[in-house]
T-cell receptor, first 112, second 109 residues
């Protein structure tokens, strides 16, 4: 069965360190997204990609970057982790406009 | 900028009661989706509505897309403890979609 997986599920890091969260999907979807989820804010879009070599900034992209070298993977990098980036991060993929988005199980990141 | 506001943010009701969750925006969307999320999991799609005024029913859940495609509602009839979870609306604009602030529902047996 096709799936979307995130790793790690939990991560504790120190302020100022670079951190990369992995997202891998086997749906063969062109569209992939990264969100962060914080209480009272729902899911906020960080970055998204419509295909290989395509990346775009979302509404809360400062301090984050992504790269898309193949269809399956969209790693999210925190260049210099800050305490404000403590959150739960979700990766999603979908086939196209108005279609179902499939989510990973999330990565809980704590920056101390 | 949060494009979609949901109300109420928290809702705690007794089993068997009815409830309505609202999703409002000043923006027009090409589609509106509702997702349900359980603790420790990612959101799972419940429904997609694409036409202004559209109503869809999924067992005890009724979803409506506003005529102007700026708002939506989710109505649950005779709520069950299994309905407990976080309900999220998501507005589609092109290939992007933006989530609402979420409604946390607790149904007490």
């Amino acid at each position: 069965d096709a799936e979307i997986t995130q790793s790690p599920r939990h991560k504790i890091t120190e302020t100022g360190r670079q951190v990369t969260l992995a997202c891998h999907q086997t749906w063969n979807h062109n569209n992939m997204f990264w969100y962060r989820q914080d209480l009272g804010h729902g899911l906020r879009l960080i970055h998204y990609s419509y295909g290989v070599q395509d990346t775009n900034k979302g509404e809360v992209s400062d301090g984050y970057s992504v790269s898309r070298s193949n269809t399956e993977d969209l790693p999210l990098t925190l260049e210099s982790a800050a305490s404000s980036q403590t959150s739960v991060y979700f990766c999603a993929s979908r086939k196209g406009v108005n279609t179902e988005a499939f989510f990973g199980q999330g990565t809980r990141l704590t920056v101390v | 900028t949060q494009l979609l506001e949901q109300s109420p943010q928290f809702l705690s009701i007794q089993e068997g009661e009815n409830l309505t969750v609202y999703c409002n925006s000043s923006s027009v969307f090409s589609s509106l989706q509702w997702y349900r999320q359980e603790p420790g999991e990612g959101p799972v799609l419940l429904v997609t509505v694409v036409t202004g005024g559209e109503v869809k029913k999924l067992k005890r859940l009724t979803f409506q897309f506003g005529d102007a495609r700026k708002d939506s509602s989710l109505h649950i009839t005779a709520a069950q403890p299994g309905d407990t979870g976080l309900y999220l609306c998501a507005g589609g604009s092109g290939n992007q979609f933006y989530f609402g602030t979420g409604t946390s529902l607790t149904v007490i047996p």
